[in-house]
């Protein structure tokens, strides 16, 4: 099933299997700046923010939070495991994303897209031109 098998005039809101969908989709279509991040990227899909990872991230508020990218050695955010992990994962926040939705209208592939190009161009030092550059150019091919 593709990004294109759903339905995007949901009557309910989209589900995590549907994000999982939309936001597969996106991978394989990263610009090519960050394609070499993305060979091993696992994506989970979690309803928000748990109240540790809160505590971690000094959020006020777990809505602020709608992607967040581990790499697969971090037990936690800036703590690195010995141990090595499967890889790296960037885990999409289905609530904080479904009000983002809601509060901008813009077309839910673009707002998953975007999210993501975001989280990923922070972690791996892009600037924010950059990140904007890649987000615009990325936003016209849909």
Request: a negative charge.
């Amino acid at each position: 099933m593709t990004q294109r098998d759903i339905i995007m005039n949901f009557s309910v809101p989209p589900s995590a299997d549907d994000l999982q969908i939309i936001a597969s989709d996106a991978l394989e279509n990263m610009p090519e700046e960050l394609m070499e991040f993305c060979d091993s990227l696992a994506i989970e899909i979690e309803e928000i923010a748990d109240e540790s990872l809160e505590d971690e991230l000094g959020l006020d508020d777990p809505y602020e939070l709608c992607a967040l990218y581990k790499k697969g050695s971090q037990i936690a955010p800036g703590i690195e495991s010995k141990a090595a992990n499967d890889g790296d994962i960037i885990t999409i926040f289905r609530r904080p994303l479904l009000d983002l939705w809601c509060e901008v209208q813009d077309d839910l592939a673009i707002i998953v897209r975007q999210i993501m190009i975001e989280e990923l161009g922070h972690n791996f030092d892009f600037s924010e031109d950059e990140i904007d550059e890649m987000t615009q150019r990325n936003t016209q091919a849909l």
